[in-house]
Structures are given as structure tokens and as C-alpha cells.
């Protein structure tokens, strides 16, 4: 593996950071990566979805251009190039969780940010919330984008594609009244707005709570999947199958490292990226196949605490990665885009 270069799509100012960022390849060739940005902190209601593209295989980025804005706040922005279209994704969370997340935090943050998420919230109404709650999905060319839907599942990076060419979106439940219970799923759709029933995976051995899945489409029309899992305090990846409408059994991987994106390569082979949270904080690849993924990658591990990654890594044209995640450059307080890019 040989590092090419790296960079900053997305810088942080003092009081805006960007966090949650995938990167995908357009229709017409340009690159695209978005995000959540605009945020005061990992949990306030002030993230949106931003979208920024290159034009020049990733040295150089246009400034945000804004996708999703509504009173709540817009995380984990996923795209995905599906033939001649574009997929976008993000969800948010409740005025409650948000008032809960705060409550948890020490007094004395900067800029009054307290006072101003309490205010904030204050001001969105009950009917407010109930129009702008919800995880989305928006269909476009990349430039132009199809009023967002409401769907019940949620992953970061998004769907997938499958076997026939349609979108599955293997995510977790929505948890804010998405009708379904606890859990991941599947379902597929032909255009992005209407949404097959989903179907439930069952639940990891000895209770282990999944969420944040992402897979890859195998060469015999089944979806390798890996999810989140929380085993203690630490974060680890459990894998299982999609194939013929149905899931198969999770089972444990040993990476230490989450949430997963899979990217097919052009020669065949599979880059799995992970966040790793415990020291040395960083983010890891894995380079393999349909039968698993190979040793771990590298990419960095000078990550200052365990706020960074959600890597998404998209294929450049010399065959080498662009690989985006997020993370705090030195003596900043808020997360920027990060991107490297390698070489397999």
C-alpha cells in the first residue's frame, strides 16, 4: 500500500464542523462527497446536508453547495452512483434525544452553544418536528435532486445496488417512528421513491446490538453485509449474507473498527474502510474479495480522540482509492472532510 497524497475537502471554522462524509463517482465522471455540515458539535440541531464535487480526480473541491436544511438536524450524508442517477441520504434526530445529549454536556462550552441549542430547540414547534423528522432519500443527476421521501431504514453511506439493478438499502430501523422494531433490514426499490416491504435480519448472538450496515454485491448475486457492533465499549464489525430475499446469521469478524463501506474495485477486488476508536485512533482499509476481506491497512492513526472516520472511499481513474472520512485537524475544536489517496 503506498499513501499518493492527502487533503481537506471540508475545513472547519471555530463554531462550523462536518462530519459523517461518503464519496461517490458521477454519472459524468466528476467526484462527489457529502456530508452533515455546519454543526456545533457531534449532537446539535444545526447539521445539513452539504455536497461538494471534483473535477480533477479529488485535489481540488468546490465550496459546499446545500442538499437538505430542515429545523432538525441532518446527519451522515451517503450517495451512491446508480447507473445514469444519483442517490443521496441523511436522516436527523428528535428535539427530545438532542435536549437529552445536552443535558449530558459540562457547562462552560464556547460561544454560549447551551443557551443557544436550548433556545434553538424552544423554537421548533411539535408540527415542525413531525414534518422534518425522519431518515431521506433523494434521486438526482448529481446537480439536481427529486423532493426528499421518508423511508424507515437508516444507514450512513445509503443503498447499495443490487444483483437486478435495483437499490437495496440494508440499514438499521429508523428509531423515531419508522414502524418498525428494532433491528436491521432490507428492502429494494426500482426508483428510489417506492419502497419493497422490509425484511428483517435476525438478531446478533448474545444480544449485540447492530447498526450502521453497509455491503458489496458478490459475484454470485448475493450481498456480503457488515454492520456496527457494540461488543462492551468496544466497536467491532459483524458480518452476514443477503441472498434471495432473505438474510443468513451474523457472525463476529475480530476488526476492531466501524461503521464498514465496501467498494468494488475494477480489477475485482473489495476495499472495506472502518473508523477505529480506540488508540491509535485512525482510520483502516481491508483489501480482498467475495471471501472476506484481507489484512489491515493503515490509512492514518494520528487522530487526536475517538470523534473521527466513517470512511467511504470511491475509485479514481489510475486505479488508485480516494478514501474521505471525518476527523479534527490539529488545534481545531470541530471536525473536518479528510481525504487520502492510496494506492492498494
Known amino acids: 500500500m503506498k499513501i499518493l497524497g492527502k487533503g481537506i475537502i471540508a475545513r472547519a471554522t471555530d463554531r462550523r464542523g462536518n462530519y459523517w462524509p461518503t464519496v461517490a463517482r458521477l454519472p459524468d465522471g466528476r467526484l462527489a462527497a457529502v456530508w452533515s455540515g455546519g454543526r456545533r458539535n457531534h449532537i446539535c440541531p444545526f447539521g445539513r446536508l452539504e455536497i461538494a464535487c471534483s473535477s480533477d ?65 424552544e423554537t421548533i414547534s411539535d408540527e415542525e418536528e413531525a414534518e422534518a423528522l425522519g431518515s431521506f432519500v433523494a434521486v438526482g443527476d448529481g446537480d439536481r435532486f427529486s423532493p426528499f421521501v421518508k423511508v424507515p431504514l437508516t444507514a450512513p453511506h445509503g443503498p447499495v445496488v443490487g444483483g ?3 437499490l437495496l438499502y440494508i440499514g438499521r430501523a429508523y428509531p423515531y417512528g419508522g414502524g418498525l422494531r428494532e433491528g436491521i433490514y432490507c428492502m429494494s426499490s426500482a426508483d428510489g421513491r417506492n419502497w419493497s416491504e422490509p425484511v428483517r435480519a435476525p438478531d446478533a448472538p448474545g444480544g449485540v446490538f447492530l447498526c450502521e450496515p453497509h455491503g458489496f454485491l458478490r459475484r454470485d448475486g448475493g450481498v456480503t453485509v457488515a454492520a456496527r457492533a457494540k461488543e462492551g465499549e468496544r466497536l467491532t464489525l459483524y458480518f452476514n449474507r443477503y441472498e434471495n430475499g432473505k438474510f443468513g446469521q451474523w457472525r463476529p469478524s475480530g476488526i476492531c473498527g466501524a461503521p464498514p463501506h465496501f467498494l468494488r474495485l475494477s480489477d475485482g477486488r473489495v476495499v472495506l474502510t472502518y473508523g477505529r476508536r480506540e488508540a491509535p485512533f485512525g482510520i483502516r482499509a ?22 473521527l472516520g466513517y470512511p467511504a472511499s470511491a475509485e479514481l481513474k489510475d486505479g488508485s482509492v480516494l478514501t474521505v472520512w471525518y476527523q479534527c485537524a490539529p488545534g481545531d475544536r470541530l471536525a473536518s472532510i479528510f481525504y487520502a489517496k492510496w494506492r492498494p
Open 286 to 307: 481491508r483489501v480482498g474479495g467475495d471471501d472476506g476481506p484481507g489484512e489491515e491497512i493503515v490509512l492514518t492513526e494520528d487522530g487526536e480522540s475517538w470523534d
Open 57 to 121: 480526480e479529488g485535489s481540488r473541491w468546490s465550496l459546499p453547495a446545500l442538499l437538505m436544511d430542515t429545523p432538525l438536524d441532518e446527519r451522515d450524508g451517503g450517495i451512491l452512483a446508480w447507473g445514469e442517477k444519483v442517490v443521496v441520504t441523511t436522516f436527523n434526530n428528535t428535539r427530545a434525544f438532542q435536549r437529552e445529549c445536552l443535558a449530558k454536556w459540562p457547562d462552560g462550552r464556547p460561544h454560549g452553544e447551551g443557551e443557544l441549542i436550548r433556545a434553538y430547540l
Open 164 to 166: 437486478g439493478g435495483e
